[in-house]
């Protein structure tokens, strides 16, 4: 059970990767660098936030329910700073 636990934080990571790295390249071709380098800083802190909340659990649901969760009270958080920096990431995937 803990593999397929794994394999759904990963696989939502993943997406959030992907999602990553094409907004990275086209902030990089646009010639910023600051954005993609701030939003690379927010994944990873999500990134471990949610392993870190996804290790309590023992089931997939755990894992998917936390990113759920994550994502859920990020976009409850207000867009002034200094929650605008909790928000980066998901300011910039929507």
Known sequence: ??????????VVLAVLAI??????????FAGAFVPA???WAWFAGYAALTSFITSNFKS???????????????SMLPRFAPFSALRLGLDVLI
Request: glycine share 8%; no cysteine; proline share 3%.
């Open 1 to 10: 059970m803990n593999a397929m636990k794994n394999l759904a934080h990963y």
């Open 19 to 28: 999602a990553g790295v094409l907004f990275s390249l086209k902030i990089l």
């Open 37 to 39: 380098l701030f939003f």
């Open 60 to 74: 997939p649901l755990g894992a998917l329910a936390t990113h759920g969760v994550v994502l859920l009270v990020l």
